[in-house]
């Protein structure tokens, strides 16, 4: 019914007969002639119906917004006063011969303005697609899994699916449970990520896999969170950590150089202390360059507790954040306002310090804690800092974990609030997590999941399990962070099922445990598995990020709203109670 | 770790340096040396052990079946005496300077000789696939979907992921339910197919979309079914019925083209009432020449009451099916045999007559019935069946339905059975479906689903519903048929909601239901909805023919059993009541 997109006519197509499919996007009557923006998936042209034809003139005359319509004319070049720079089509219009009516629509639902609600956009999701804004982003995700396709299978990865209904998985988040009806009383769950089906591949002998799958994960939501999310999911056979992060970080470089035409570069790598130590953040937004300033050492003996409690505290921490140039540009009201922010994570005030003069030390700053401080501490505190006349500086003291957090969050809130992050794409690498990490009752979980290998598998193996100094352990595991926000992680996994055991036991999971979630897995690695490793993309983050949206919503087609519901085709909704009764189920409460 | 894959080593590595890894395929020691046959994705190559380097024999003697090593060494030419001819490598060998065991394996649980269970080769499911014939299986499937992926691309189809936690679907099977967590009582289904939702993608302008992606039945299984299995769903705007035909013909051409190397040609096309009464089927196996000939009219007067009873009834059928030069092997046993056989699909019995001389008409016939008719209705029978000297005619008397699947089952299976199927490839298009099938209480069931658009859209809008024959209804849909298996089925969607009113009403569904259940699609027709048309391939199928693989099990990589489990994770499994009770659910009976 097409010959060509609307969106896609040029000069070159002057004087062609053309047959257009789209909708009317505007329609406006103007010196007698009727003029229709018409839109398809491609973009917008100029639809010019003459009066002269009656006809054709009768049956544009009933024409409104969003009607989905045929249109047969001829294209022509507009003359040089009315082309229309703001269009891409805005060098032709089409004289249209002939106008058929597909289907009428009734007025939009939908807000023109789009003061519309989330739910709202959601129950007419199929007409809020038709903003070019949104279905451009469907059609950029389009772009990106054919691109990471390419690579891949350019790669020797092989594309494999893996099973959806499957066994609870032990990532942590809660499951999506499936009643089984064959097997009465029992449940599959929906997979977390198929990372032990990944891993099952590689002792298959597949050597190289990878999968955009969906994962399901049954948390509460917020902003960049969705029941179901997409992964790109890697796993390769006999390769290092440094191979899988050389061949991931081409695969985004090559990405963003063809879709957006920009130039990553090699991607810096910090561990995961150093990222802690300078950004309070193990996914560091290096788009902002101010970093936190350890002054412990210089506050221990300061009479003021709050500083030199934790400085005496091998758990504590105490930090100096500098903000250049803001000391006049923020208020004590602010400042109020900031500490209010810092108290969410935990953090029970916030010191400061404005620069007046460096060159007067103790003299030359104005601080509430100024008091409690001596002329070389300041002093320090400038070198440290590097600090400026000027420039407002920010404390924290607290135990590290707080003090990570909170200050790390008031970098990035300050960072936008005054504009000092900047425009641009910051990836790096972070390496060399911990293992575990101790939980407040002294218990320890995996920081990864407990198929990563240790840096160093032998000595871990020979060194006898009450001798292991479990939070000094790194794992063999990296994570992939662009702008502040992590991409993908991955590591090495364990390929040793002595390890395996060990580490299971280091989590304090019993051997009945173990055998009972993981049997299949310790027995797995008896039979030659061999040395493998991978990593996982969110591929609904990336496209947002390179998308510019501001939620993996915007990415998705048919996303859930924040309490996992679909407006539009109203699920979840209830079940017929003879279905349940197949599935030996029943419902122990009311609908709320 | 590696440089070559040890399978695509040849005569060009000759000297070279190599570093392999992969799995001990086979040890032999042989004449004081070690041979080792090394297996990787891409294949074996032989590895030779030299005691006369001591260290590496020592390893290498230690090796056993399935060992994960690496091998570093040079490779070699062969001696021309030595080459070996059916080993892709075996020109070849490597001549190793270390051997490294990356992992140790027990002896395998599975026989070498494949005498395995189904259940003990899923519960080793990594150690089958091992296997070069289930790998292969495995690169053909991402050889296949890499292929429908470029090739949908190139055509401006654009990949977009529709939900799998959604609402219960009106495809007919029963649906896999998921209780929801935070609207308690409440439940999603998983998607029988994305049908609705890649109809909203049509509606929100998209389009073009395609889509690999997972569906959920939980049905009974059967060797072609599983719980979860695979389509290439396609869904296009704009398009007629012959397009979307030619345009998956092309794929699929292009695809056995270039993966199997196969020219399908074109593709016949053959209306769904000319399939029931030449093939008894909606799927004919064009590889078998076999037809059913329809001979009612000529035994309308027999006493014989098999034939003239249904002769007689509008509702019945009489059919013979000649097997060419068949009277010499098939012998009475055999006959019973298949009489048998057509029970099993309602048949009361199996009439037959061997063809002796033609010339001689009824008295050069052999048959039980020969008695009920007379030398006119045998000389036609013969004339219609272009019988030979030694041709056997079998005959079906019963209602339509019986005969059709009856005698097209025994069409087929006595085409296995005398070799009279031939190899090779035979696909068509089966179109002209009738919209509705009645059941036998009288109702009316869609032949595809409600979405399905009438051939004539316009008459059936404007007959009044009491008026319209619905038994002779045809839908504008579509099958692709290749080798009496159905590779995938499409229609013309209905666009108006006024049209999807009147077939909802048509089905027996009231007002109210079609709200209930289907309350978004006739919302989401009022807003200019696009003519659109699509298909659906079952991609799991397709591989299983493309492979020649006999279950689909053999083309997934971790299916589920006959009882829809895994006896890999053992899932389904039981779940954690704390969980359940989160779920506002309870199990009501104990576990089977």
Redesign the interface.
């Given at each position: 019914?097409?010959s060509h997109y609307c969106g896609l006519l040029t000069a070159q197509h002057a004087e062609q007969q053309v047959s257009l499919?789209?909708?009317v996007n505007r329609r406006r009557d103007l010196g007698g002639l009727i003029f229709l923006d018409l839109?398809?998936?491609e973009g917008l042209v100029q639809v010019v119906c003459d009066p002269d034809l009656a006809e054709l003139f009768k049956v544009a005359y009933t024409l409104r917004n969003?009607?989905?319509i045929?249109v047969k004319g001829q294209v022509r070049a507009r003359p040089e006063s009315q082309i229309n720079a703001d269009m891409a089509t805005g060098a032709v219009e089409v004289y249209a011969s002939e106008v058929i009516i597909?289907?009428?629509?009734?007025p939009?639902p939908l807000d023109a303005n789009q003061n519309n609600s989330e739910e709202q956009r959601l129950k007419?999701?199929?007409?809020d697609?038709?903003r070019p804004v949104m279905?451009d982003r469907?059609?950029f995700?389009?772009k990106v899994?054919?691109f990471v396709?390419?690579f891949m299978?350019n790669n020797g990865f092989?594309?494999?699916?893996?099973?959806?209904?499957?066994?609870?998985t032990p990532e942590g988040a809660?499951?999506?449970?499936?009643?089984?009806?064959?097997?009465?009383?029992?449940?599959?769950?929906?997979p977390q990520s198929p990372q032990?089906?990944k891993q099952?591949?590689m002792?298959?002998?597949?050597?190289?896999y990878y999968q955009i799958v969906?994962c399901?994960r049954?948390e509460d939501l917020r902003a960049d969170r969705q029941?179901?999310f997409?992964q790109i999911d890697i796993e390769t056979?006999?390769?290092?950590a440094e191979q899988v992060m050389n061949l991931t970080e081409e695969m985004v470089q090559k990405m963003f150089a063809s879709l957006l035409d920009v130039d990553l570069g090699q991607f810096p790598r910090m561990t995961y202390h150093e990222a802690m130590r300078l950004y309070g953040s193990d996914k560091p937004d290096l788009r902002n360059p101010m970093q936190l300033v350890d002054i412990a050492d210089l506050v221990k003996d300061v009479e003021f507790k709050v500083f030199s409690g934790p400085a005496n505290d091998a758990k504590g921490r105490v930090v100096a954040l500098k903000v250049p140039q803001a000391a006049a540009k923020v208020s004590r009201k602010d400042i109020d306002g900031y500490t209010s922010f810092v108290g969410i994570y935990g953090a029970k005030g916030l010191a400061w310090m404005k620069v007046n003069d460096t060159e007067q030390g103790i003299e030359g700053i104005q601080s509430p804690v100024a008091k409690f401080l001596t002329a070389d501490i300041v002093s320090e505190i400038l070198q440290r800092t590097a600090a400026q006349n000027g420039d407002l500086i920010l404390f924290g003291a607290d135990n590290y974990n707080t003090v990570c957090e909170a200050m790390g969050a008031l970098r990035l809130k300050i960072g936008e609030d005054l504009a000092i992050t900047q425009a641009g794409w910051q990836p790096l690498w972070v390496v060399d997590f911990p293992m575990f990490e101790q939980a407040d009752d002294g218990s320890y979980a995996a920081v990864h999941h407990p198929f990563t290998a240790p840096v160093d598998s032998a000595s871990f193996l020979t060194t006898p399990i009450d001798q292991i100094q479990q939070g000094d352990l790194l794992s063999n595991a990296y994570d992939m962070v662009l702008n502040g926000t992590e991409l993908g992680g991955g590591s090495v996994r364990i390929?040793?099922s002595d390890v395996q055991a060990k580490v299971f036991s280091l989590l304090g999971i019993s051997d009945e445990e173990a055998k009972e979630k993981f049997?299949?897995l310790l027995e797995?690695?008896?039979?030659?598995?061999?040395?493998h490793a991978g990593l996982a993309f969110g591929l609904d983050r990336l496209v947002m990020l390179m998308t510019g949206a501001t939620s993996i919503r915007d990415v998705?087609?048919?996303p859930?709203t924040a309490?996992?519901?679909?407006p539009?085709?109203?699920?979840?909704?209830?079940?017929n109670p003879a279905?349940?009764?197949?599935?030996?189920?029943?419902?122990?409460?009311?609908?709320?």
């Open positions: 019914m097409r499919c789209g909708w839109r398809d998936r969003e009607f989905c045929q597909l289907n009428k629509a009734a939009s007419y999701r199929y007409l697609l038709r279905s469907l059609k995700r389009a899994t054919s396709r390419n299978d092989l594309d494999v699916e893996t099973p959806i209904l499957t066994k609870a809660r499951d999506y449970l499936v009643p089984s009806r064959t097997h009465k009383g029992e449940f599959f769950a929906l032990l089906f099952l591949l002792m298959s002998g597949l050597d190289r969906k399901f049954d029941p179901e997409t056979s006999f390769m290092s390929h040793n049997g299949f797995a690695l008896k039979y030659g598995a061999p040395p998705m087609a048919f859930k309490t996992a519901a679909c539009l085709t109203n699920a979840p909704s209830s079940a279905q349940l009764a197949e599935l030996s189920i029943q419902v122990i409460k009311k609908p709320s």
